[in-house]
Structures are given as structure tokens and as C-alpha cells.
């Protein structure tokens, strides 16, 4: 099982690989081949990172490698977790990435040589998570650029969807595993649509339980929205620990099928469901059968408003993607 993983130098990646290699995440027992790629300027503090992975003697991992080029490191790659990208604020060349277009070219021209050497070399049926940001945009630069339709793309949307079961599970003093049916729709940004019109807890509709739509729309969808910002504001810093949970998370349920009358959360190529618009990148709810085969499911019924929140992040979606034309 070879998994590749960039950005590996970073603070994703540094709880991102720990949870990887623990037991029962690859619905395999063949062993890990991990494959770490970072710029060649982050390739010492990689390394120091890689003698603490050899030092955690792993009894799931075979070989550990390093790579300051994505077209080697992705050689008949089982999965490649494309968490490297450039921050919006980083001082590149004497100018400081400010604007949304800007960081969307530069990491456009990223995602564009990774999603080429994904598609000319990576397994037929490799599977790509992306959660580097703009996560929706990158994967759709990715997709297109690799052009291998069996290769399964997908951008992360799981950590909204965690956060969103931790409110919900605050709220109605139940567990977050009681939650069923919770999904996150459209892009991973403040636009985001988090519904809970087709959550059920514990058996309950979650909206019914709440009784309280005023809570839904001017506590809970902000606060979702908003976290990450608000963990930045705390910690100095974006979320990483959660990051790194919910993108192990993701893989987990990719690799094995999801449990009865539920779904879990990521971003795929829309096909129009939802009245998303076809060919953006969007967050739906999925279920996998444990074997390859990831699909969107298609019972939700939306109200207006949620309708009009989709509308929003679907919007933000196709704008993203005209300032990137050029690159798909
Ligand atoms: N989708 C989500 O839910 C979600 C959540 C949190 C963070 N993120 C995003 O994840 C990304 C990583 O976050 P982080 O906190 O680990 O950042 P970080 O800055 O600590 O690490 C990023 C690493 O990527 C490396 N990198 C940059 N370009 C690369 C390339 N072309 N190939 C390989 N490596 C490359 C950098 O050298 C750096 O070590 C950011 O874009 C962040 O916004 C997404």
C-alpha cells in the first residue's frame, strides 16, 4: 500500500502520519510504503521528522521515503494525500499573496504538476484527497490536469462536518457517534452549508429535537463556518490536530464501507445533484462500499433555506473556478 503524503513537513502532516499508521485505517493488511514529498528548502526539517517516524517503529509501515519531486514520489501510488500548498499571506518573490486569485494561480500551478504526475503514474484506481486550500479548486485543477477518470478525487470537507457533529452533540447532550446524516454542502469556506434538516440523533430528526431554527441559523451555521478562523485567532495558528484527524478520518471511511444509514463528508466532481452546478468540486454526502466505489447520496430533501445556502457556496465555487480557466 503505497501512500504518498506532501507537505509533509508541516504541521498537518506532523499528527497527519502518526494516525495514519495506526492499525485499521487501510482496509488492507499489506503494509505502508510512505512516500513524503516536500520543497527542496523543507527537506532537512523533513528529515528530522522522518528519523521520529522510524523511531515510533511502526509495526504497519515497511519503508519510509523522502522526495523533493511529486513526479517519483507518486509511482503506482494506492493514495496520495495532497496536503501541501502556499498560505495566503506568505511573501513570495517581495510580494505578499493576499488575494484570493493570487493564491488560487500559485497554488494552481502546484496542483497542476501534482494532478499530471498522479494521472501519468499513480495506480489506476489511486485515490486522491486534497486538503491543501483552496481545497475545492485545487482538487478540480488536480482532476483535470491528471484526465484519468478511474482515479477517485476528492477535496476535505470532513473536518466541517466533525466540528458540526461536535456542536450538535454539545447542544443535544448526545454522543457525536448517536449522529447520523449529518453533510456539509459546497465549498470548504466560510460559504460552506452545513444541513441538519436530515440529521437523525439517535433515531430523532435532529431539527425536531432542536426546535429551535433561530440556534440553526445565528449560532450554529456561523460558528461552523467561522471556526477555523476563530481557532487562528487563538492558537496563532490554522488547525492542524482536527485537520490531521479529519483527513485520517476520511481515508477511513473510504476504505471501509460506511455504516447503515449514514454518510460521511468530502468534496467530488458534482454531477448536478443537489442542483449543484456540474464540473466545481462541492461537499456532499457520500457513502462507500469499503471497495473503491464512493457515491453521492441522493435522498436529502432541502427547504428553502438551505437551498439558498447552497446557492451561496455554489456561486463562490463557480467564481473560484473562472479565475482559474486558464488552468482547467
Ligand atoms: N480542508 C481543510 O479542512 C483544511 C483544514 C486545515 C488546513 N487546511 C490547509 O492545509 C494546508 C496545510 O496546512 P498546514 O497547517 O500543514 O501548513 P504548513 O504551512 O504547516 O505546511 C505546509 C507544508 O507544505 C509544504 N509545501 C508547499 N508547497 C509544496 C509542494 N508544492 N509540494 C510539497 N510540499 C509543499 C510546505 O513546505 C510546508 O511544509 C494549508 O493549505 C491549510 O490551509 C485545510
Not at 99 to 123: M, P, V, Y
Not at 220 to 242: T, Y
Amino acid at each position: 500500500m503505497k501512500v504518498v503524503i506532501t507537505g509533509a513537513a508541516g504541521q498537518i502532516a506532523y499528527s497527519l502520519i502518526p494516525f495514519l499508521c495506526e492499525k485499521g485505517i487501510f482496509n488492507s493488511n499489506e503494509k505502508l510504503d510512505l512516500n513524503l514529498v516536500e520543497i527542496p528548502q523543507a527537506m532537512g526539517r523533513l528529515d528530522g521528522f522522518v528519523k521520529e517516524l522510524e523511531d515510533s517503529a511502526y509495526s504497519t509501515v515497511s519503508s519510509i521515503s523522502t522526495f523533493d519531486n511529486i513526479e517519483n514520489a507518486v509511482v503506482d501510488a494506492d493514495w496520495c494525500l495532497l496536503v501541501g500548498s502556499i498560505p495566503r499571506g506568505i511573501v513570495l518573490n517581495g510580494k505578499e499573496i493576499k488575494e484570493r486569485s493570487d493564491l488560487l494561480q500559485i497554488n494552481g500551478g502546484i496542483f497542476t504538476e501534482q494532478g499530471k504526475a498522479i494521472g501519468a503514474h499513480a495506480k489506476e484506481h489511486c485515490k486522491i484527497l486534497v486538503v491543501g486550500n483552496p481545497a475545492n479548486t485545487n482538487a478540480l485543477i488536480g482532476y483535470k490536469s491528471a484526465g484519468k477518470a478511474t482515479q477517485l478525487w476528492m477535496a476535505m470537507t470532513m473536518l466541517d462536518a466533525l466540528r458540526a457533529k461536535a456542536q450538535l452533540s454539545q447542544k443535544l447532550g448526545c454522543h457525536v457517534d448517536d449522529i447520523y446524516r449529518l453533510a456539509i454542502f459546497g465549498n470548504h469556506s466560510p460559504t460552506m452549508f452545513p444541513d441538519l434538516e436530515n440529521t437523525i440523533v439517535a433515531g430523532k430528526k435532529a431539527y425536531q429535537e432542536i426546535d429551535d431554527h433561530d440556534w440553526v441559523e445565528n449560532d450554529f451555521l456561523p460558528k461552523i463556518q467561522q471556526r477555523g478562523a476563530e481557532i487562528i485567532k487563538a492558537r496563532g495558528a490554522s488547525s492542524a490536530s482536527s485537520a490531521a484527524r479529519a483527513a485520517c478520518d476520511t481515508v477511513k471511511a473510504v476504505e471501509h464501507p460506511t455504516r447503515s444509514g449514514d454518510v460521511f463528508n468530502a468534496a467530488v466532481m458534482s454531477d448536478g445533484a443537489y442542483g449543484m452546478p456540474k464540473g466545481i468540486f462541492s461537499g456532499f454526502p457520500l457513502i462507500s462500499d469499503g471497495k473503491g466505489s464512493v457515491e453521492i447520496v441522493r435522498d436529502y430533501s432541502l427547504s428553502d433555506f438551505a437551498k439558498k445556502g447552497l446557492e451561496k457556496t455554489a456561486n463562490e465555487l463557480v467564481e473560484e473556478r473562472d479565475l482559474v480557466k486558464d488552468l482547467i
